[in-house]
């Protein structure tokens, strides 16, 4: 069984697959709270399907780009299961969650826009079924355009990305569907920065004369 998550934005989704059709998932009812609400979905999933950890085959994380500490607590808790349990983790770019749902809705060209704070998004292009562009951090005024535009940044800046198109956040069980098919390409479960976390490591303290 495939257990995937996303926690790349600011909600967190969890998936359980069996090898044919995704037979349990989860997404949170309320935002930034990653570390509170990863584990409970897990833990439901698996209660929905009667599956146990042991059943574990692979894991499938969203490795982003997004903000630092969210996407901390998916990848350690991917890495730590497949440790643990012995068992490959998969890591996908999370705007390629975004592009496959987009996809299968029949979206051919586009792009897809995350909130990436400070008033800019994560952006990437896509075409034919397939990432041509990015990702990359920018500032929306900078990026804008009457294309079709999937995702929460677009809804975010209206007055760059006009046409905004759904899924306005990604989906677990988009993200199984990924990597069963390798639909995308499949990357190791390493955090997909694009940019210095928000957070700065402290300074050495300073000689007391």
Same mark, same amino acid.
């Given at each position: 069984m495939l257990l995937a998550f996303d926690t790349a934005t600011p909600h967190v989704t969890v998936a359980l697959h069996d090898g044919e059709r995704v037979v349990a998932s989860y997404s949170s009812p309320s935002s $930034?709270?990653?570390? /509170? $609400?990863?584990?409970?979905?897990? /833990?439901?999933?698996?209660? /929905?399907?009667?599956?146990?950890? #042991?059943?574990? #085959?692979a894991v499938a994380v969203g490795v982003g780009p997004g903000p630092f500490t969210g996407l901390r607590v998916g990848l350690v808790t991917a890495r730590t299961l497949g440790f643990s349990l012995g068992i490959p983790v998969y890591g996908v770019c999370t705007l390629d969650v975004l592009a496959a749902e987009a996809i299968d809705a029949g979206r051919d060209e586009f792009?897809?826009? #995350?909130?990436?704070?400070?008033? /800019?998004?994560y952006l990437a292009s896509y075409a034919e079924g397939q990432r041509v562009d990015g990702p990359s951090v920018c500032r929306p005024a900078d990026v804008a355009t009457d294309r079709l535009v999937v995702g929460r940044g677009a809804v975010l800046y209206p007055e760059a990305f006009p046409h905004a198109s759904g899924p306005e956040n990604?989906?677990?069980?988009?993200?199984?569907d990924v990597v069963a098919a390798e639909r995308f390409e499949l990357l190791d479960p390493d955090p997909l920065y694009l940019r210095r976390p928000d957070v700065d490591r402290a300074h050495a303290p300073k000689k007391v004369s």
């Open positions: $930034m709270r990653h570390g /509170e $609400m990863l584990a409970p979905g897990i /833990e439901q999933v698996l209660a /929905e399907a009667g599956a146990l950890n #042991t059943d574990l #085959t792009l897809v826009a #995350t909130d990436a704070r400070r008033k /800019e998004v990604p989906s677990a069980a988009v993200l199984c």
